[in-house]
């Protein structure tokens, strides 16, 4: 988490994130949703101070597990986006020429692809055999194929393949591990929320175009309300993973989950609006959420927006519903239904 928040902040991502989020707010119509990078009073919280001992200390271990989900899943994102980056600056020989200001980055569309394709292309052989691979003499005519190939599409560039594949190398070591600490974290996560009488609606998010054939599907996302909050929780997990995962801690061996409740896709204006950041809620930001609860009418287009925010307050508000999943999936079979005993049961619209 500590390390999440270092990188951000060193690549600058951690302000840009902020801004974003605060721009969300403000074409809401919620400015007082609005967080600073440092906090302002003993109130506040800022989005530095919540990687610091100090805050981390203070929360239990589901509000950990929560946080730290999210942040670690932008890390590896946002790591990778880097290590790209800095790929693209030693393929073409970018470094030098950069530190001119006045230097302007031209590659052509078809330029960019080239070098696309030699990132794929060294991440799928490490993925093949598990970062692990032995580049020597049994590697030789594979590297000389490399090389021709790559200096026909890309001949400004030294196209070493021992170069190119070891530039990523710590990288792709550092997001594998990371991968690994979010799927034990998010696994001990859902075990927990299950039986968490704050939590109402957590679950399997649907396909936002409908196309909802689960068994084809390799990574499944996951909504998770928790109280206290700006923001559900959503992050992928291998289906498969997480069916066997269910199977080992379940004496019935269900692979039945809930079906996230509200909508899953918040859209106002035509933009699909994404979680940024994940804070926890202030007096403030709280208190903006149920004013706009109370005040919200049926036909304005961010009544779904505030309505699903309302379902993240600590505090019990006569005017905020709770949001409960209303269906069940059996993330194995894809079976949608009601979840009797732990089998899913069809629904009365898809019996008739």
């Keep these: ?52 001992d100090e805050y981390l200390n203070s929360l239990n271990i589901t509000q950990l597990s929560i946080l730290n989900a999210f942040w670690q899943n932008k890390y590896t994102k946002m790591l990778n986006d880097v290590k790209d980056a800095l790929f693209v600056i030693e393929t073409i020989n970018l470094a030098d020429k950069m530190e001119d200001d006045s230097y302007n980055i031209e590659l052509t569309d078809e330029e960019l692809l080239n070098i696309i394709y030699k990132i794929n292309l060294c991440d799928n052989i490490s993925k093949k055999f598990d970062n692990n691979i032995a580049i020597g003499e049994e590697t030789k005519d594979f590297q000389k194929k490399y090389k021709k190939y790559f200096d026909s599409i ?3 560039s030294e196209n070493s393949f021992i170069e190119d594949y070891s530039h990523g190398h710590i990288q792709r070591n550092a997001i594998k591990m990371i991968y690994k600490t979010k799927l034990d974290m998010l696994n001990n996560l859902l075990l927990t929320i299950e039986h968490d009488r704050n939590v109402t609606n957590w679950g399997y998010i649907k396909d936002v175009n409908g196309k909802d054939d689960i068994k084809r599907e390799k990574f499944i996302l996951i ?16 289906r498969e993973e997480l069916v066997n995962y269910l199977k080992l801690i379940r004496e019935d061996k269900s692979t039945v989950i809930p079906v996230y409740g509200g909508d899953s896709c918040l859209m106002y204006k035509g933009k699909m609006l994404t979680s940024k950041i994940l804070m926890p809620l202030t007096e403030k930001t709280q208190g903006e959420i ?35 999943p209303n269906e069940y999936i059996d993330i194995e079979t894809g079976e949608i239904g009601k979840n009797v005993d732990g089998k899913i049961v069809p629904r009365e619209e898809d019996v008739r």
């Design 223 to 238: 909504g998770i309300d928790y109280p206290g909050f700006n923001a559900p929780l959503k992050i992928h997990i291998r």
């Design 154 to 156: 890309i001949p400004n």
């Design 290 to 324: 149920i004013d706009k609860n109370k005040k919200i009418n049926i036909s304005d287009l961010r009544r779904s927006i505030i309505q699903q925010l309302g379902n993240l307050v600590t505090k019990k508000v006569k005017t905020i519903k709770k949001i409960w």
């Design 1 to 52: 988490m500590k390390m999440a928040g270092s990188f951000l902040k060193q690549y600058d991502i951690l302000e840009e994130l902020l801004n974003l989020q605060n721009e969300d707010y403000v074409n809401l119509g919620m400015p007082d949703m609005q967080y600073n990078m440092k906090k302002q009073d003993d109130k506040d919280i800022g989005l530095e101070d919540i990687f610091s």
